[in-house]
């Protein structure tokens, strides 16, 4: 069965300071992984998705994650915070048509982003 | 194109009262889904349907019911309302059965039950 686990339900970092959100995932087979972004009181949009191109996935507004198959880790990282990426990020992974092709998501982690 | 649209964007509704959330998309997507959201508990899936005329329960489906009649729209239907559905409706789409599809999501439905 797939699952994701992420370790952090809230972060706060200050603005200009490196981000990490951090994802791990279980899986029966070669996952399918996403980080969406939730703005408040917004709809989900994607952030980035891992689909064995490259371990290194590149993503909007500077996001980049790396994929990791011997830590089953999917963690997100940027560079420098902005105020903008306050939200709340989901970690996902996908399933296998059989199963409806359904999402699971994580509880989600909630970036606070100081001045 | 609009994407993914969801109707109504807000409900009140009382215990025991019924209503049906319409989601539309227009990307000729195969595969749609409702999901409810809590705080702390992500997105949970409530039923899904994986072409026109066919529907599967998810992980919460109790209190639901759906309909696919249409390619282009999924009904997520609450009969008799309560409390303890009081949440964020999010509706999605994928275009078919690639593991590496990307589902696009609907703005939501907040829908409050008194």
């Known amino acids: 069965a797939q699952s994701v686990t992420q370790l952090d339900s809230h972060v706060s970092v200050s603005e200009g300071t490196p981000v990490l959100l951090r994802c791990n995932y279980s899986?029966?087979?070669?996952?399918?992984l996403f980080w969406y972004v939730q703005h408040p009181n917004k709809g989900l949009q994607l952030l980035l998705k891992?689909?064995?191109?490259?371990?290194l996935v590149k993503g909007i507004n500077g996001f980049e994650a790396e994929f990791k198959k011997s830590e089953t880790s999917f963690h997100l990282t940027k560079p420098s915070a902005h105020m903008s990426d306050a939200a709340e990020y989901f970690c996902?992974?996908?399933?296998?048509?059989?199963?409806?092709?359904?999402?699971?998501f994580g509880q989600g982690t909630e970036l606070s982003v100081k001045p | 194109n609009a994407g993914v649209t969801q109707t109504p964007k807000f409900r009140v509704l009382k215990t025991g009262q019924s209503m049906t959330l319409l989601c539309a998309q227009d990307?000729?997507?195969?595969?749609m889904y409702w999901y409810r959201q809590d705080p702390g508990m992500g997105l949970r899936l409530i039923h899904y349907?994986?072409?026109?005329?066919?529907?599967a329960k998810g992980e919460v489906p109790d209190g639901y019911n759906v309909s696919r009649l249409k390619k282009q729209n999924f009904l997520l239907g609450l009969e008799s309302a309560a409390p303890s559905q009081t949440s964020v409706y999010f509706c999605?789409?994928?275009?078919?059965?690639?593991?590496?599809?990307?589902?696009?999501f609907g703005p939501g439905t907040r829908l409050l039950v008194l």
């Open positions: 999605a789409s994928r275009p078919g059965q690639g593991i590496r599809e990307t589902q696009y």
């Open positions: 899986s029966s087979y070669s996952p399918s």
């Open positions: 891992y689909t064995s191109a490259a371990t």
């Open positions: 996902v992974v996908n399933t296998l048509y059989n199963q409806g092709g359904k999402l699971i």
């Open positions: 990307m000729n997507h195969e595969y």
């Open positions: 349907s994986v072409g026109e005329g066919t529907t």
